[in-house]
């Protein structure tokens, strides 16, 4: 019983810790002390077998699981190595995942261009799109997407009984959306539920990329 207790305290793949000054003391394997990080944001700390490599010197992008390599934990302080006692207890943090799009062009030129008009003026707008609470737990999965779009103008051909007439109107081009989740407690208020989802939302907003595969067509 002792046994199983102390293997349960390790932290794991997947396992991520909120530090607190009380709460469960967690063990750490030799083989897995160096792969310990740290998100000052969030507060907590996990294993993550490879970081992201962010123009801003940050590493914002914790893969945690090297059997599905694309899943990653955001962290817009950056992820940091940390080699201190953990003592807290475990929380959820959001999933998120890099979907590749292949590209074919003719020249790196154009491959370019795309990318950097793919990203200028993207919006983001999020919708809350149900809630469940999950058998013998005292938590809720509040499901909510997230659209990046960007704003078009396209001529609307409106017709009345003698003629017609192209009217602009901007439109939503729509680059990426994914139904993601957070998990709260129950007891937490709709304030609550709104903040928590809203900080996530932002936070992927922020570490968004599309995964692009760029092909450049032989001559």
Request: with cysteine; aromatic share 10%; glycine share 4%.
């Amino acid at each position: 019983m002792e046994d199983s207790i102390k293997k349960g305290l390790y932290i794991t793949a997947g396992v991520f810790v909120l530090l607190s000054a009380i709460g469960v003391t967690w063990l750490v394997a030799d083989t897995d002390a160096a792969n310990l990080y740290y998100c000052k944001d969030s507060g907590t700390v996990g294993l993550c077998f490879k970081l992201s490599s962010d123009s801003d010197g940050l590493s914002k992008r914790c893969y945690w699981n090297e059997s599905s390599p694309a899943k990653y934990k955001y962290c817009s302080t950056g992820w940091n190595k940390y080699n201190y006692s953990v003592t807290g207890t475990e929380t959820k943090l959001p999933d998120f995942e890099e979907k590749d799009v292949r590209l074919r062009f003719d020249t790196k030129a154009e491959a370019v261009e795309y990318v950097d008009e793919l990203l200028t003026d993207t919006k983001a707008e999020m919708s809350l799109t149900r809630i469940e609470q999950k058998l013998d737990s005292y938590e809720f999965e509040v499901f909510w997407r997230v659209t990046i779009y960007k704003e078009k103008e396209v001529l609307e051909e409106v017709c009345d009984e003698t003629s017609c007439e192209k009217i602009p109107k901007i439109v939503k081009d729509i680059i990426h959306s994914e139904e993601l989740s957070s998990k709260v407690p129950e007891t937490a208020t709709k304030e609550e539920i709104e903040s928590t989802v809203e900080k996530h939302f932002n936070n992927f907003v922020e570490g968004w990329k599309p995964n692009i595969v760029i092909e450049i067509n032989e001559t």
